[in-house]
């Protein structure tokens, strides 16, 4: 499997962002965004099943931020809005096919994408 996120970019306070990630080589249970800003540890975002139904969001992101996917072309999608300066982070989308679990600690799943880079200016 073949995570290639994209959509990254600069951004002023306030604004928006959809990040992407198409996925290539085989299909997933659970597909998640996770995030890393300079000098912290990688944090969980957002996740959810990849035939639909639950999600879960962190605290930080929580109402402001929609993660979806499109079946037909195999890619997920995170939309942020009210972007903050404290969302500069590189974005990771990951995958794991274990089972419908959307766990929100990184070392459950398998399959990761690149990263993405996301600076929001004050």
């Known amino acids: 499997v073949q995570l290639q996120a994209s959509g990254g970019g600069l951004v002023q306070a306030g604004g928006s962002l959809r990040l992407s990630c198409v996925a290539s080589?085989?299909?997933?249970?659970?597909y998640a965004w996770f995030r890393q800003a300079p000098g912290k540890e990688r944090e969980f975002v957002a996740a959810?099943?990849?035939?639909?139904?639950?999600?879960n969001y962190a605290d930080s992101v929580k109402g402001r931020s929609t993660i979806s996917r499109d079946n037909r072309n195999n890619t997920m999608y995170l939309k942020i809005y009210s972007l903050k300066p404290d969302d500069t982070a590189v974005y990771y989308c990951?995958?794991?096919?274990?089972?419908?679990?959307?766990?929100?600690?990184?070392?459950?799943?398998?399959?990761w994408g690149q990263g993405t880079q996301v600076t929001v200016s004050s």
């Open positions: 990951a995958a794991h096919s274990r089972d419908n679990t959307l766990y929100t600690r990184q070392t459950e799943y398998t399959y």
């Open positions: 080589g085989r299909t997933f249970g659970v």
């Open positions: 959810s099943i990849w035939r639909g139904g639950r999600t």
